[in-house]
């Protein structure tokens, strides 16, 4: 499970509304990085079929079950 603060909360539902986003927020590990990992994050309007889905006051999170893994 992630945790997200509410200010996190309250600074992406203006940031949605802002550029107009209609979906989610998708979190993603990458390979490479200087500690072999990097971290992406990035708007989505939907979720996929394999993906862990976290509500947090109406903000969806998608992750992708390989991020969950790390």
């Given at each position: 499970m992630i945790q997200?603060?509410?200010?996190?909360?309250?600074?992406?539902?203006?940031?949605?509304?802002?550029e107009?986003?209609?979906?989610?927020?998708?979190?993603?590990?990458?390979?490479g990085g200087c500690s072999g990992l990097s971290y992406q994050f990035k708007f989505d309007t939907k979720e996929r079929a394999t993906d862990k889905v976290f509500?947090?006051?109406?903000?969806?999170i998608f992750v992708d079950p390989r991020a969950c893994s790390t």
């Open positions: 997200v603060t509410p200010k996190a909360i309250d600074k992406i539902k203006k940031t949605f509304a802002k107009g986003v209609d979906g989610g927020l998708r979190l993603g590990v990458l390979g509500d947090y006051d109406g903000v969806k």
